[in-house]
């Protein structure tokens, strides 16, 4: 064996030892359970990139349509270009429309609906590892794990679903998918909030 191959090899084992050394320790984790409870403040939905919103003009169906949020956030609408979107309520994007319309038409009332949700990227729940559909989820008010998981399509068979953690604001805390999932213990459905990431390692066996 050559240096470079001996060096190979110890890069190797290196890379293993950590994999295994790291899977190890997701598989037992000392995290404080994700509360039970949330903020029960007033949730508006934001809209967000690649949503589509049906914008409606009362008594001008030529001023009214269904249009999809741009990558930049913003849409544009007849008399109304370039409208930021991104970030905002329905309702604020109805108020900023009607000022825009207010210049051509008068007295105009404007309604929004979300009729394709994405949300704000910030705002979106995110499911990696172990799932069998790793995916950002839009986020939706009074949402729950089962409501995520059930969106992700569940646990693979090599998931270690009780040693999957919930990543919030900087803090880790502990969630039980195995108890929820396979043994339909709905005391680990814990409610779910914008920007939740939840991870899901492998078992070790």
Known sequence: MTIRDSRFS?????????????????????????????????????????????????????????IQVRPDGKISTPLAPDVQAAGQTPGEIAKEIEARLSK??????????VTGFHGPYNQQIRIVGQAVRPTAIPYRENMTLLDVMIAAGG????????????????????IKLGDLLKRGQMSANVPVEPGDVIIIPQSMF
């Open 10 to 66: 110890l890069w190797r084992m290196a890379v293993a030892s950590f994999a295994a050394l790291l899977l190890g320790a997701c598989a037992v984790n000392n995290y404080p359970p994700a509360p039970s409870k949330v903020n029960q403040e007033a949730y508006h939905y934001k809209v967000g990139a690649g949503d589509t919103l049906n914008i409606n003009v009362w008594r001008n169906p030529d001023l009214s349509m269904s």
């Open 155 to 174: 646990l693979t068979e090599f998931a270690d679903g009780n040693a999957a953690i919930l990543e919030r604001h900087g803090k880790t805390y502990s």
């Open 104 to 113: 051509y038409v008068r007295d105009p009332v404007v309604s929004v609906v």
